[in-house]
Antibody
Framework: QVQLQQWGAGLLKPSETLSLTCAVY????????WSWIRQPPGKGLEWIGE???????NYNSSLKSRVTMSIETSKNHFSLKLSSVTAADTAVYYC???????????WGQGTLVAVSS | SSEVTQDPAVSVALGQTVRITCQGD??????ASWYQQKPGQAPFLVIY???NRPSGIPDRFSGSTSGNTASLTITGAQAEDEADYYC???????????FGGGTKLTVL
């Protein structure tokens, strides 16, 4: 059974860089697209982007200029950096594993990231 | 703005059947998946590939599509089904995963 465990700073100031990491335990690390999805308080889900085991990325065009995803296959870890954050980036950030199409099988526990001066 | 849209809220009497719909032109081309989310929890896959249930999902959950509309049907809704439900698919260019705005299901 695959489990995702994520961590990172929960409170940022405007203009800082958000940084989160997700560890994948169990299952096939190479068989999934490793994704980041966020959810502002009281609102819906937004896909940020994804990376595969080869390091190929696909980002949401609305965030592309500020997003960097990386992967460390030796540790079964993948990471998200979002630069120049503002209050609009305040959200619960989830790491997730997409198998194919729109099938997201696995989700991390979520990390609330608040941006405030 | 989302490329797939959902009704914000739906209610159903305990034990009755409810259909939650998701509309978008990309659904003519790409599979829809459905996720259940309860307060304070991560979303949870209940339907993938338009009409497939992951193992462990009760068979009262079913999915279907017709034209530009995907549907999630709960036959005999239970109190524990009260949650937010999100549909997702790809955008019309197949480059971005998009989520509907979510439907809050209330079981009366």
């Amino acid at each position: 059974q695959v489990q995702l465990q994520q961590w990172g700073a929960g409170l940022l100031k405007p203009s800082e860089t958000l940084s989160l990491t997700c560890a994948v335990y169990g299952g096939s690390f190479s068989g999934y697209y490793w994704s980041w999805i966020r959810q502002p308080p009281g609102k819906g889900l937004e896909w940020i982007g994804e990376i595969n085991h080869s390091g190929s990325t696909n980002y949401n065009s609305s965030l592309k200029s500020r997003v960097t995803m990386s992967i460390e296959t030796s540790k079964n870890h993948f990471s998200l950096k979002l630069s120049s954050v503002t209050a609009a980036d305040t959200a619960v950030y989830y790491c997730a594993g997409r198998y194919y199409a729109s099938r997201v099988d696995y989700w991390g526990q979520g990390t609330l990231v608040a941006v405030s001066s | 703005s989302s490329e797939v849209t959902q009704d914000p809220a739906v209610s159903v009497a305990l034990g009755q059947t409810v259909r939650i719909t998701c509309q978008g032109d990309s659904l003519r081309t790409y599979y829809a998946s459905w996720y259940q989310q309860k307060p304070g929890q991560a979303p949870f896959l209940v339907i993938y590939g338009n009409n497939n249930r992951p193992s462990g999902i009760p068979d009262r959950f079913s999915g279907s599509t017709s034209g530009n509309t995907a549907s999630l049907t709960i036959t005999g809704a239970q109190a524990e089904d009260e949650a937010d439900y999100y549909c997702t698919s790809w955008d019309s260019r197949g480059t971005r995963l998009v989520f509907g705005g979510g439907t809050k299901l209330t079981v009366l």
